[in-house]
């Protein structure tokens, strides 16, 4: 990378860290820990997935990113284990390719997205679903923020601004109230961030996935946080509505 390139990619993190202050101090999210410089680093900064087997699985999905793809559906294991036929029954036609990887925080995949593999393709379609596992840290919503905004303009860099459909982190853990209040901090953030970039759909299914917020709920694993069969079908269903719904505009 030359030096003009480090210097705007650290004029970039300068910026976000700065957004993401003023964004805590207007909003109060991320009270239990400050939103300090460091975290945004964290949240904004490529970075393999420490665990060796995720980096290892990390680079192999990234090597193999195949010559066309229409549809990318990027995310954690919640992406990872959302089943192809259901994926590609909502994007009929088109070549999907899931890079979910197991264990992803905002900044391992903007390490994935930051590889040459994946300037190669050049998809019309994203789907996102990613930050849980940076919520899983006790990171703070206003670094989450920073780290899935820096995704969203790493993949309009590269692929020139394609639909995306973001689904918000899902509800997770007893009683599905797992840092809910920051939880929809970010949703919110991003939600609104979309709507002023235009060419997004975001997709807010928690009262439906989370059974009224009631456990034990058929739609999620014995964990409350990663999907069973019929959690990928509401995803799914969900999914396909949105796609439905752009077509009609």
Same mark, same amino acid.
């Given at each position: 990378? %030359?030096?003009? %390139? ?22 109060? *999210? ?33 090597? $193999? ?7 990318? *559906? ?109 939880? $929809? ?51 799914? %269903? ?12």
């Amino acid at each position: 990378m %030359s030096e003009s %390139s480090n210097t705007v990619r650290a004029s970039k993190l300068a910026l976000s860290a700065v957004l993401a202050l003023l964004w805590c101090a207007t909003t109060g *999210a991320g009270a239990a820990l400050a939103c300090d410089e460091a975290n945004v680093r964290i949240a904004t900064t490529p970075a393999l997935p420490t665990a060796p087997e995720l980096a290892v699985d990390s680079q192999k999905r990234t090597a $193999n990113i195949p010559p066309k793809v229409d549809v990318m *559906a990027i995310g954690d294991s919640i992406t990872n284990g959302w089943p192809i036929d259901s994926l590609q029954s909502v994007f009929r036609g088109e070549k999907v390719y899931n890079f979910g990887i197991h264990g992803d925080h905002t900044q391992n995949v903007l390490w994935r997205l930051s590889r040459p593999e994946a300037g190669k393709v050049r998809p019309s379609t994203v789907t996102l679903l990613i930050g849980t596992n940076n919520l899983s840290t006790a990171m703070p919503a206003c670094a989450i923020v920073a780290g899935t905004k820096a995704i969203i303009e790493k993949i309009d860099e590269l692929w020139g601004r394609p639909k995306i459909l973001f689904f918000g982190m899902l509800p997770r853990g007893d009683a599905f109230s797992f840092r809910n209040a920051d939880r $929809n901090a970010v949703n919110k953030s991003i939600e609104e961030l979309l709507r002023a970039r235009g060419n997004a759909l975001t997709i807010n299914i928690d009262n439906e996935i989370s059974c009224g917020s009631k456990q034990p709920c058929a739609n999620y694993a014995s964990d409350n946080l990663h999907l069973s069969a019929a959690g990928y079908a509401v995803l799914q %269903s969900a999914a396909a509505r949105a796609v439905a719904e752009a077509k009609r505009r």
